[in-house]
C-alpha cells in the first residue's frame, strides 16, 4: 500500500517506539459487540494501477481544490464538472496557440489530464445527472481510505431493513497508521513523551476514571487517548419548528495537534425520525453496540475475530484472514473521555436529566436541595463526598444501558462536562444578562431603557474597535436580547460571541456602577473572576492539562465566582427579582472545573465537536436531495471519505 515502506522510520523519528502488541484477550471473541459485514467485501480499496493508486490530482491544484470543495459540501458535481472543463479548454487553447503544443503531447501525467478527467464527468455535461456518479467511480479507485462498514438496521423510515453506513474508528485507526504516517503521528499518536506524560498526570492527580482502570496493566507507550463526541445539528428547516436533525458521534485522539477536519473523525449518524426507537431492534442502539464493538477491538489492539453479532466471519474474507493481527503495530486507543452536551448526555446516553431535582449529574448524587445540594459550591461541600467510582457505578441498578459503558474500562466516571454548554451557553447567559438588565433599568440614567440600550452599545462598539475583539456581537439593539417574556434576564448569543464579551462588560459596569453600594461591588467582583478564567483558558489554551498552581487558581475563580452567583440569586430573589438565576449548569461547570487538572476545559470542549458539525451540515444539505434515511447517510460517507483521503494525502 502507498506509504508502507516508511510508516516505521516515521514512527521511530517522532518517537513512537512500538510497543509490544497486548496479548490478553486475542481469543476470548465473545467480549467482542460487533462492527465486521459478514459478507466479507468491506477490506481496502480495490486493486488498480499502481500509478492511479498515488495520489487525487498529484498535478493540478485547481483540480484537487475542486475535489476539495466537492467533498465538504460546497460545490455540486456539475459545478466542478463546468469549472473543470472551462480550465481544461483554457490549457488547451493556451498549449496550442502560445506555445505551438497539441494537447495529447502534454506530459503525463499532467494537469490538464487531471482536469479532463474532471471535465469528463456526464459526458462532459451533457448528462448531468450523471455527474456525481460518474466522478465517485472515477476517483474513489484512487483513494487510500478505510472502507465503511455496511449494516443491515431496521428503520421506520423508510420502513424496513436498510443497509447503513459506519466508519468504525479500528477500521480508521489502522488504515492511518498503515498509509498515512504523517497523518497518524500529528493526529493521533503524538509522540512517546507527550503519551506518557499524559498517561502519568492521569495516575499522580488521579483522573476519577483511573481507579481499577484496566489501562493500568498495559504497556503506556502505545495507549492513545480517545474522545467521543456527539451532538445533533440541523440539515433542513433550518430555523424553522418542522427543522429535521441529524445525531452525528465522532471521535478524536486527545494528544491530536491539526485541525478540525483532521483530528475529529465522523463514525455514524441517524437523521431524525427515521430510526426504530424501541425494542430489540432499536436502529440507535444498534448503531451504538456497533460502535463499542469497533472500540473494544481498538481497546485491545487487535482485528476482531467475530462480528457485532459474535458470528465469525466466513473463510476466506479479509476480516478472516486480519482477525487476531495487531491493528497498528502495538498502538491501541482508551477511550477516556464522552463529550457533548447536556441533552446529548440524557437523550443518547441515558444518563441522568440534568432537570432532575434528584441526582441531576452523571458524577455525583448531587440533589437540587438539602444536604447534597449542588448549589453549594465550596471545597467542602457535602455532594463531593458522594462522587461515582467506576465499580460503584456499575453496581448501580439505575445505570445507563448504552453499549458504549460496556467498553473495558468505561464508566460514567469518562463523562467531561462541557465548559461550553455549561459556562457559555449556561452560566454566563444568565449572569450577562442580569447586568445589562441592571445597567438598562436601574443603574444609568440616559432616559429610557432603550436610550440607556443605545449607549450600552455605543461603548461595546468602541471597545470592540480599540481592543480587536476576536468575536463580536453584530447588534444589541433591542432589549429582547436580554430581557424575557416569563423568567429572569438571559443574554442571547451564540457561545463565541458570550466567550468573548467578558471583557467589555466589564469595563461597561465599571463605567456605570456605584462602588458604595455593597451589591454593585459584588457584581464587579463576578465580572472580575469570570474575566480572570477566560483569561486563564486563552493563556493555557495548548495545555492538555492545567498544572497544580493554575488549576487551584482555576478552581478557586470558578468557586468564587459561583458563590457570588448564588449570593446575588438570593439578594434578589428576597426583592421579588429573577436576576442572576441558579440552575444545575453552575454545578457541572464546577465540576469541569475540578478536572482541569487532569484535563483543561479547552482539551474536552465541544466547540471542536461543533465545528464539524457545521462541515458535516453543509454535506448533508448536499446529500439529502433525492435521498432519505440511510440512502442520505451513505452519499454523505462517500463524500466524508474523500475529504479526507484529501486531507491525509496534503499531510503526506
Known amino acids: 500500500k502507498v506509504f508502507r515502506g516508511g510508516i516505521q522510520q516515521r514512527l521511530r523519528a517522532a518517537g513512537a517506539d512500538r510497543p509490544a502488541p497486548y496479548q490478553e484477550g486475542i481469543a476470548t471473541d465473545s467480549e467482542s459487540d460487533g462492527d465486521e459485514d459478514d459478507g466479507g467485501d468491506d477490506g481496502g480499496p480495490p486493486d488498480h494501477d499502481p500509478d492511479l493508486m498515488k495520489s487525487l490530482c498529484p498535478k493540478s491544484c485547481l483540480g484537487r481544490e475542486l475535489l476539495e470543495l466537492f467533498a465538504w459540501g460546497n460545490m455540486s458535481p456539475q459545478l466542478l464538472q463546468k469549472l473543470a472543463d472551462a480550465a481544461r479548454k483554457d490549457m488547451v487553447t493556451t498549449l ?3 506555445h505551438g503544443v497539441s494537447a495529447s503531447a502534454a506530459a503525463s501525467p499532467s494537469c490538464l489530464q487531471e482536469l479532463t478527467m474532471l471535465a469528463s464527468i456526464g459526458s462532459f455535461g ?7 456518479s460518474d466522478l465517485m467511480r472515477k476517483v474513489e479507485p484512487r483513494m487510500c481510505m478505510a472502507e465503511t462498514y455496511k449494516a443491515k438496521l431496521c428503520f421506520a423510515n423508510p420502513p424496513g431493513e436498510h443497509t447503513q453506513e459506519l466508519l468504525l474508528p479500528h477500521e480508521l485507526f489502522a488504515c492511518m497508521y498503515e498509509d498515512h504516517g504523517e497523518a497518524f503521528v500529528r ?5 512517546e513523551e507527550t503519551r506518557l506524560g499524559f498517561w502519568d498526570r492521569m495516575r499522580t492527580v488521579p483522573h476519577p476514571a483511573w481507579e481499577g482502570h484496566p489501562v493500568q496493566t498495559r504497556d503506556l507507550k502505545g495507549a492513545i487517548p480517545i474522545a467521543v463526541h456527539g451532538d445533533e445539528v440541523p440539515i433542513a428547516g433550518i430555523g424553522k419548528q418542522w427543522s429535521k436533525k441529524l445525531l452525528n458521534v465522532s471521535w478524536s485522539s486527545l494528544l491530536g495537534e491539526s485541525s478540525t477536519k483532521s483530528t475529529q473523525y465522523w463514525c455514524f449518524g441517524l437523521i431524525e425520525k427515521t430510526g426504530i426507537k424501541e425494542g430489540p431492534k432499536a436502529t440507535m442502539q444498534q448503531l451504538w453496540k456497533i460502535f463499542a464493538w469497533s472500540l473494544t477491538a481498538l481497546w485491545l489492539g487487535y482485528w476482531p475475530t467475530r462480528d457485532h453479532e459474535g458470528r465469525r466471519f466466513p473463510a476466506g474474507s479479509i476480516q478472516a484472514e486480519r482477525a487476531g493481527q495487531a491493528l497498528a503495530g502495538g498502538f491501541y486507543g482508551v477511550l477516556w473521555s464522552l463529550i457533548g452536551d447536556l441533552d446529548y448526555f440524557t437523550q443518547i446516553l441515558q444518563l441522568p436529566n440534568y432537570n432532575n431535582a434528584t441526582m441531576p449529574c452523571p458524577l455525583c448524587r448531587a440533589s437540587l436541595s438539602g444536604n447534597l445540594t449542588w448549589s453549594n459550591f465550596s471545597s467542602t461541600a457535602p455532594w463531593r463526598a458522594t462522587m461515582w467510582r467506576p465499580h460503584t457505578w456499575h453496581l448501580w441498578p439505575d445505570r445507563s444501558r448504552n453499549p458504549v459503558f460496556s467498553i473495558p474500562g468505561v464508566s460514567s466516571l469518562q463523562i467531561a462536562l462541557d465548559y461550553m454548554h455549561s459556562k457559555y451557553l449556561g452560566t454566563d447567559q444568565f449572569q450577562f444578562g442580569s447586568v445589562l438588565s441592571l445597567l438598562v433599568y436601574d443603574v444609568m440614567d440616559e432616559g429610557s431603557p432603550e436610550l440607556n440600550l443605545a449607549a450600552c452599545w455605543r461603548f461595546m462598539r468602541e471597545y470592540y474597535r480599540i481592543h480587536q475583539t476576536a468575536v463580536r456581537f453584530r447588534s444589541m439593539s433591542r432589549l429582547t436580547m436580554f430581557t424575557r417574556r416569563s423568567g429572569g434576564p438571559k443574554l442571547r448569543g451564540k457561545a463565541a460571541e458570550i466567550r468573548y464579551f467578558g471583557e467589555v462588560l466589564l469595563a461597561l459596569w465599571t463605567t456605570y456602577c456605584n462602588d458604595e453600594l455593597l451589591v454593585h461591588k459584588q457584581v464587579t467582583l463576578l465580572l472580575k473572576r469570570n474575566v480572570f478564567m477566560e483569561r486563564m483558558i486563552t493563556e493555557h489554551q495548548s495545555d492538555l492539562f492545567l498544572d497544580d498552581g493554575p488549576a487551584a487558581l482555576f478552581q478557586q475563580a470558578c468557586a ?5 452567583h448564588g449570593e446575588l440569586a ?10 442572576f438565576a441558579l440552575t444545575s449548569k453552575a454545578h457541572m461547570l464546577q465540576h469541569a472545573c475540578d478536572l482541569s487538572r487532569c484535563l483543561s476545559p479547552r482539551t474536552v470542549w465541544c466547540f471542536i465537536g461543533e465545528d464539524l458539525q457545521q462541515k458535516l451540515q453543509r454535506v448533508a444539505s448536499m446529500s439529502l436531495k ?3 434515511g440511510p440512502n442520505a447517510i451513505n452519499k454523505m460517507f462517500r463524500r466524508y471519505r474523500l475529504g479526507l483521503n484529501l486531507i491525509f494525502e496534503a499531510s503526506s
Open 626 to 628: 433525492g435521498n432519505v
Open 560 to 564: 468564587d465566582m459561583l458563590v457570588l
Open 570 to 579: 438570593l439578594h434578589f430573589s428576597a426583592e421579588g427579582m429573577q436576576y
Open 96 to 98: 496550442e496557440e502560445e
Open 126 to 132: 451533457k448528462f448531468s445527472n450523471k455527474c456525481y
Open 187 to 191: 493526529n493521533v499518536c503524538g509522540d
